[in-house]
């Protein structure tokens, strides 16, 4: 199966947004989906606001030969190492908080 990362268009007449999913490319655009990956909004006023992704399941899908559509592609280069970042810092939040919880504990 051929996987493609690519849009999906949701929302209302003149008014679509789009999820950032995993897909078989012979699926229509609005077709079953594998995984959703993130979410982009046009219409937001905020650049920052409009994207959100899921680094480390997009690095997965490209891991395994899933190729990003065009207007995917421009998004990911633009955000991908944003919400990388942002990843990273929540994985550290996470393992810097295990370890006290472990120690509180006598035995």
């Known amino acids: 199966m051929a996987v493609r990362i690519r849009m999906k268009q949701m929302g209302r007449t003149h008014r679509h947004y789009y999820r950032i999913v995993a897909m078989d490319h012979r699926q229509p655009r609005d077709g079953k989906v594998i995984e959703d990956l993130g979410t982009y909004d046009p219409h937001v006023a905020d650049e920052e606001k409009q994207v959100?992704?899921?680094?480390?399941?997009?690095?997965?899908?490209?891991?395994?030969?899933?190729?990003?559509?065009?207007?995917?592609?421009?998004?990911?280069?633009?955000?991908?190492?944003?919400?990388?970042?942002?990843?990273?810092?929540?994985?550290?939040?996470?393992?810097?908080?295990?370890?006290?919880?472990?120690?509180?504990?006598?035995?």
């Open 52 to 107: 959100t992704l899921i680094p480390s399941r997009i690095k997965y899908w490209q891991s395994v030969g899933a190729k990003p559509s065009h207007h995917v592609e421009v998004l990911l280069k633009k955000y991908l190492a944003k919400f990388e970042a942002i990843e990273a810092q929540q994985a550290a939040a996470a393992q810097a908080e295990m370890p006290t919880e472990a120690s509180a504990s006598p035995n």
